[in-house]
C-alpha cells in the first residue's frame, strides 16, 4: 500500500534540514484523489469511520485562507510528558476553532505524537491525551464534536529522527489534519 | 539479514521470536513484521506495511501473531495464521485498538480501547463470540495488559498514581486493581516469566530507561538488568532463562539478550533496518 508523500511534508523536511525555528508553517495543498483505504470488511469495525482524504481544493468554502495566514499552522508542540496547551498556540487554536465554527462542513483529525523515549503503548497514551487536549480546546470555543476526531501515534511517527532534545521537542507534537 | 553476536553464547532451543524491523528515512518508511529464529536466522517477513505495525503477541499455540497496524492511518488489531498468512481484524473500533495480549486458552484477547474522549482502559474481547467485556474503568491511561497463567488477572500499566506503575486486577467485575510496583516513578509494560514466577517490566533510572525484573513470589523487590538509556519492550524465552528486548546501540535500534538473572548480557546487531517489539514465541 502505497502511502502518497505530500509536498507539505517535503517543504517541512526540507525546512528542517535547513535548520528553520521549530514552528513551521505546514501547507496543505488542495490534492483531489488523495485516497486512503477505506474501512473494509470484517469482525469487530463499529463507531464512526474516520480515514479520509486530504482536502479536495473545491470542497469547501474557505479552501484558500487555509494555505495562508495563521491557519497554514496546523501543528502544536508540548513539553514532555504534558499534554497542556501551551500559550504561544492559543492564537492557533482560535484560528482553527473560528475556520471550524464558521464551515460546519469541514472536519478535522487530531494526530497526537510522543517523543520516542518509554514504552510505545504508554505513549499512544500520551499522544491521545495530547489530541484530546486540543480536542477540548477546540470544542470549548464552539466546534461540534461531530467535526472533530482523534488518532494517536504515539511515537511511531516521528517528525524528526535522533535521540536528543532537539528532536524530541519536534516530536512531541498534534498535526491538525482538515480531512473530509 | 544476519545477527552477528557479540558474546558468542548460543541458544541451546530452537525457538522462534518475532520482532519489527523499521527501514528508509522519514517521510516515508517501511514497516515488517519479522519472524526469525531466536538467535536471528531465517528472518521471515510475515507483514510488511508502508505505516506503523507494533506490539507483535504470539497465541498460546505458536500458530498465531496479533498485532497493531495503522495501514487505515488509524491503529486496528489483527489476528494472522502464520501457516497461511490469512489475516483477520478483530478489532477496529473508533479511537484506539492496541496492546493485544493472548488469553492462556488462546480464546480471548485482552486490548486497549478509547472512549471517545480519549480514556484508555482494558477490555477484554472473546474472539468466538465477540462478546466485549470492560475491565478497567479509570480516568487514567490503562494499557498493555498481560494475562496471569490462570486467565483470571490481567497485569497492566496505569498512570492512575500520577505515573505509570504496574498493576494487577482480576477480571470478574468486582475486583479492584492491585498496585505492584513502588520504586521510582515510571514502571511499565508488564512481561511474566512463563512460571509467573518473575515479572519484567521497563523502569527508569538514571533518566534512561532499563529492563527490571521483579520477584512476584517474594517481596516485590526489584532488579535492574540492563544499562543502556532506552533498553524497553522485554519478553521471556520460553525457559524462562533469558528476556529479549530492544536497545539502542549508537543511535540503532537493536535487538539485546539479557539472562533473567542479570548476569550475561549479549548484543544482536542487525546489518539493516531499525529492529523493536521483540516477542519470543513459545515452546
Known amino acids: ?180 | 539479514m544476519v545477527f552477528e553476536k557479540i558474546l558468542g553464547i548460543r541458544g541451546a532451543f530452537a525457538t522462534r521470536i518475532a520482532y519489527i524491523s523499521v527501514i528508509g528515512a522519514l517521510p516515508r518508511k517501511d514497516y515488517r513484521l519479522i519472524v526469525a529464529d531466536a538467535d536471528g536466522e531465517n528472518p521471515h517477513v510475515v507483514m510488511e506495511s508502508g505505516e506503523p505495525l507494533m506490539s507483535p503477541a504470539w497465541s498460546p499455540d505458536g500458530q498465531k501473531l496479533a498485532y497493531v497496524s495503522f495501514e487505515n492511518r488509524l491503529p486496528s488489531v489483527y489476528v494472522q495464521v502464520l501457516k497461511t498468512g490469512e489475516r483477520q481484524r478483530v478489532s477496529a473500533r473508533a479511537g484506539v485498538n492496541q496492546a493485544p495480549a493472548w488469553s492462556p486458552d488462546g480464546k480471548k484477547l485482552a486490548l486497549t480501547l478509547s472512549t471517545r474522549d480519549g480514556n484508555l482502559d482494558i477490555y477484554v474481547l472473546d474472539l468466538a463470540t465477540q462478546a466485549l467485556t470492560r475491565i478497567t474503568d479509570d480516568p487514567g491511561i490503562d494499557t498493555e495488559p498481560q494475562w496471569s497463567n490462570d486467565g483470571q488477572s490481567l497485569y497492566f500499566t496505569s498512570d492512575r498514581a500520577g505515573g505509570p506503575q504496574i498493576y494487577r486486577v482480576g477480571i470478574e467485575a468486582s475486583d479492584k486493581p492491585r498496585r505492584l510496583t513502588f520504586q521510582g516513578s515510571y514502571n511499565a509494560r508488564p512481561r511474566l516469566s512463563p512460571d509467573e514466577s518473575q515479572l519484567a517490566f521497563v523502569t527508569q533510572e538514571d533518566g534512561g530507561y532499563r529492563i527490571a525484573t521483579m520477584d512476584l513470589r517474594g517481596h516485590g523487590e526489584a532488579q535492574v538488568l540492563t544499562k543502556g538509556h532506552f533498553d524497553v519492550s522485554p519478553s521471556f524465552a520460553p525457559n524462562g532463562a533469558e528476556i529479549i528486548y530492544a536497545s539502542r546501540d549508537r543511535g540503532r535500534g537493536v535487538l539485546a539478550l539479557v539472562s533473567a538473572d542479570g548476569r550475561v548480557q549479549e548484543r544482536l546487531v542487525s546489518s539493516e533496518g531499525e529492529l523493536q517489539e521483540p516477542a519470543w514465541a513459545p515452546f
Open chain 1, 1 to 180: 500500500m502505497k502511502r502518497i508523500v505530500s509536498i507539505a511534508l517535503l517543504i517541512a523536511g526540507a525546512a528542517l534540514l535547513s535548520g528553520c525555528p521549530k514552528k513551521h508553517n505546514v501547507v496543505e495543498p488542495p490534492t483531489a484523489g488523495t485516497q486512503v483505504p477505506g474501512s473494509s470488511n470484517t469482525t469487530g469495525t463499529e463507531g464512526a469511520s474516520t480515514s479520509g482524504r486530504a482536502l479536495g481544493g473545491d470542497a469547501a468554502a474557505g479552501a484558500n485562507a487555509m494555505t495562508t495566514g495563521p491557519l497554514a499552522k496546523r501543528i502544536i508542540y508540548f513539553d514532555f510528558d504534558k499534554s497542556e496547551i501551551k500559550p504561544e498556540f492559543a492564537d492557533t487554536v482560535s484560528a482553527h476553532a473560528r475556520n471550524l465554527t464558521g464551515h460546519p462542513n469541514l472536519k478535522m483529525k487530531l494526530e497526537g505524537n510522543t517523543d520516542e523515549r518509554g514504552t510505545r503503548e504508554y505513549n499512544i497514551g500520551l499522544g491521545e491525551r495530547r489530541a484530546q487536549a486540543v480536542r477540548r480546546a477546540l470544542m470549548l470555543q464552539g466546534v461540534a464534536e461531530s467535526q472533530l476526531t482523534t488518532v494517536s501515534f504515539g511515537a511511531e511517527r516521528p517528525a524528526v529522527e535522533g535521540d536528543d532534545e532537539a528532536a524530541w521537542a519536534q516530536n512531541r507534537r498534534v498535526e491538525m489534519v482538515y480531512i473530509q
